[in-house]
């Protein structure tokens, strides 16, 4: 009787003990499942990042004075799915920021009321103003907010002397460049110098982009007092070759003016002689040695391509701060030989590297937050069709539109490019193994002991 009343007593425990653990588990599934929607905060695991807004986004939403809204549009339920991905995000960053989905069939009112025509559109509105986002993603929508607070600003290509054409769309033209700069809220426009003693005044930022044919003094002119008044520019220009009869001008007026700034354009032809010269070809270095700058911080670690590129010389002079931007390896050699067309890495007139590519300048017009600032690069060819796509030249291209304009918010907001986390095929045996084979066996010894240890 005594021994029926302890395993009595024994069941009785276990099932106490057993119902407590049950209801333990309960009480804990129970409060992750209301902190996880009480607290809807996703975490991005990816090694780049790539479901995390920028800090530059994070700092134009926490800079809002007043709610803004972005309503996306659109007609199938698991697009609005889709697109919660990334607006949740801009909710999660701000209690200013508030998400509306309009379904276009049934509510198609709504929908004219913004005029929104196609679906899978998103509207930005602050306040009174409203802009539609040129993208579903992070560029698309931080540009919006950036250019309700900013407007559109022009940045003028300087045409008249053979430069790349804006709207060109074959190797050397321009066009992939303008697309890119439209996303980022940007008016490109082509303007001359030619008849005008001045750069308009509504250009944020100027581009001279590889002009073949040597500039008036007018367009020097032009091009001074607007930067030394406060203005911005961007300055490419080529090696001047002279080789079958493929002739670009040496610009000596140009020169001259980058010069009085403190940038000397060297007269010669960068070749590098890296392992990546079998890729690209030594006449089109691939660089990767950048200074401290905003322009090129973000492009550290990874290669822009210079095709066709001079070297330049940099101090400061006048009212002029010039810096390096990015250089050549110590492997490069530079010739003088402009016009043979035959050019040898090993030749012993060659100059040795490393050669400064790149330079940055600020220019002191004596008034507060307005002084100019100009950009110089030895060679304009990385910013046509052929090579705009190269490498990260895209991100150079835009990041010195953005630094020159002051839209240094901007630098950095591009689309996260997917990883390729492709599994290597030497390690697919073993997983293939430890998913078929091994957890199995784990769980048969385990209830083995377990049985053992209750005999």
């Not at 709207?167 to 303007?191: C, H, M, V, W």
């Not at 400064?356 to 950009?375: H, I, Q, S």
């Not at 060819?381 to 150079?396: E, K, P, Q, V």
């Amino acid at each position: 009787m005594a021994d029926n009343t302890s395993v009595a007593a024994q069941q009785a425990r276990f099932g106490a003990t057993a119902s407590l653990y049950t209801l333990l588990v309960l009480a804990i599934l129970v409060a992750i499942n209301y902190l996880g929607v009480r607290f809807n905060r996703p975490i991005d695991l990816t090694s780049n990042k790539r479901y995390t807004l920028s800090d530059e986004t994070k700092k134009i939403v926490s800079g809002l004075k007043q709610d803004a809204t972005i309503t996306y549009f659109d007609a199938s339920t698991a697009n609005f799915d889709q697109a919660r991905g990334i607006l949740d995000r801009y909710k999660n960053l701000s209690s200013k920021i508030h998400i509306d989905y309009v379904n276009m069939r049934t509510d198609p009112m709504r929908a004219r009321e913004f005029g929104v025509r196609l679906p899978g559109t998103a509207i930005v509105s602050e306040g009174s103003q409203r802009e539609e986002s040129k993208s579903l993603d992070e560029q698309g929508i931080t540009g919006a907010f950036l250019k309700i607070s900013k407007g559109i600003r022009k940045v003028c290509f300087v045409g008249g002397s053979k430069e790349h054409a804006l709207d060109q769309t074959e190797g050397p033209g321009l066009s992939a460049f303008k697309t890119l700069l439209e996303r980022d809220n940007y008016q490109p426009e082509t303007i001359t110098l030619l008849e005008k003693s001045t750069v308009p005044d509504d250009c944020k930022v100027t581009v001279v982009a590889g002009p073949r044919g040597d500039y008036t003094p007018n367009e020097v002119t032009a091009l001074k007092t607007y930067v030394e008044n406060g203005g911005r520019a961007f300055f490419m220009l080529d090696p001047p070759l002279d080789i079958r009869g493929d002739h670009i001008s040496e610009n000596t007026g140009l020169d001259n003016l980058l010069e009085s700034w403190g940038v000397t354009l060297d007269k010669d032809l960068v070749l590098e002689n890296t392992a990546l010269v079998a890729i690209y070809g030594p006449q089109n270095p691939p660089i990767n040695h950048y200074e401290d700058h905003p322009i090129v911080n973000d492009l550290k670690s990874s290669y822009v391509i210079m095709p066709i590129v001079r070297s330049l010389q940099v101090k400061n002079a006048g009212k002029s701060t010039v810096s390096k931007l990015f250089s050549t390896s110590d492997n490069a050699v530079a010739t003088t030989d402009l016009s043979s067309g035959r050019v040898s890495m090993d030749d012993p007139k060659n100059k040795k590297g490393p050669f400064v590519l790149g330079a940055v300048g600020n220019y002191d017009t004596g008034k507060p937050n307005e002084g100019g600032r100009f950009v110089v690069i030895g060679t304009s060819s990385f910013i046509a069709n052929d090579f705009i796509t190269t490498a990260l030249n895209r991100d150079l291209a835009l990041n010195v539109i953005n630094w020159l304009s002051s839209d240094e918010d901007l630098i950095s907001i591009r689309p996260k490019e997917p990883e390729d986390r492709k599994l290597d095929p030497k390690g697919v045996g073993p997983i293939e193994v430890s998913d078929f084979f091994g957890f199995p066996l784990l769980i048969i010894v385990a209830g083995i002991a377990v049985f053992m240890k209750r005999r």
